[in-house]
Nanobody
């Protein structure tokens, strides 16, 4: 069975930091674009960041650029999302995701996502 396991969410005050982890099980994401989406309460799910090793490209959406950093540890089949200077508006359920497309607009098009994490809640308080 192929799936992701996410961890690291929780409650943090505005200005604080959290690190999310997402480990692949049953498959290797080395040839896939990997990244994160999020869904805030009452809103649609949106892309946050992605990386594809095939072209060594990383993309961050403007609302997280400079605050969030994604990294991968291929030896552990794990992708991380370091979130610094968190804002109340970052409150959401975060999903790791993998797509056979390259990082960019095709990755963020959700029907292209092949694997989804189960989602992990991040709550940022004032």
């Amino acid at each position: 069975e192929e799936y992701f396991v996410e961890s690291g969410g929780g409650l943090v005050q505005a200005g604080g930091s959290l690190r999310l982890s997402c480990q692949a099980s049953g498959f290797s994401f080395g040839d896939l674009a990997i990244g994160w989406f999020r869904q805030a309460p009452g809103k649609e799910r949106e892309g946050v960041t992605c990386y594809s090793s095939r072209d060594d490209k990383t993309n961050y959406k403007p609302f997280v650029e400079g605050r969030f950093t994604m990294s991968t540890d291929m030896s552990k089949s794990t992708v991380y999302l370091q979130m610094n200077n968190l804002k109340v508006e970052d409150t959401a359920v975060y999903y790791c995701a993998a797509s056979p497309k390259f990082c960019g607009s095709y990755y963020y098009y959700q029907p292209n996502v092949e694997y989804w994490g189960q989602g992990i809640r991040v709550t940022v308080s004032e």
